[in-house]
């Protein structure tokens, strides 16, 4: 499975982004079966977190309590590709923000964990 993410940019505190992830190769078949998509990010001197996760089409979301309210991850069911709207960005929403797919984590306790089968390369994005 490979994951391109693409969207991520310099934003002002308070403005929005849209963060898109593709993901082809997928055959539904062990490693390569994508129920879950979602997105995860790493600031500089920090751990990867979990930031929002999606199961199949949305019959399952996740967001870390730092986002809710404010971002939304939505996934479009005709090819694989996963959006992270994120609304009133503040500063520590600064980092890299990583996709990630996988066939069941999205419906663990512990969804967030950076555990998670396939990674995409990451995005910047950047709030001043």
């Known amino acids: 499975v490979q994951l391109v993410e693409s969207g991520g940019g310099s934003v002002k505190a308070g403005g929005s982004l849209r963060l898109s992830c593709a993901a082809s190769g997928v055959t539904y078949a062990g490693t390569h079966d994508i129920n879950c998509m979602g997105w995860f990010r790493q600031a500089p001197g920090k751990e990867r977190e979990g930031v929002a996760v999606?199961?199949?089409?949305?019959?399952?979301?996740h967001y870390a309590n730092s986002v809710k309210g404010r971002f939304t991850v939505s996934r479009d069911k005709f090819n694989n590709t996963i959006y992270l709207e994120m609304n009133n960005i503040k500063p520590e929403d600064t980092a890299t923000y990583y996709c990630?797919?996988?066939?069941?984590?999205?419906?663990?306790?512990?969804?967030?964990?950076?555990?998670?089968?396939?990674w995409g390369q990451g995005t910047q994005v950047t709030v001043s």
């Open positions: 999606i199961y199949q089409h949305g019959i399952r979301t």
């Open positions: 990630a797919a996988d066939r069941l984590k999205c419906l663990q306790d512990k969804w967030d964990e950076p555990s998670w089968n396939n």
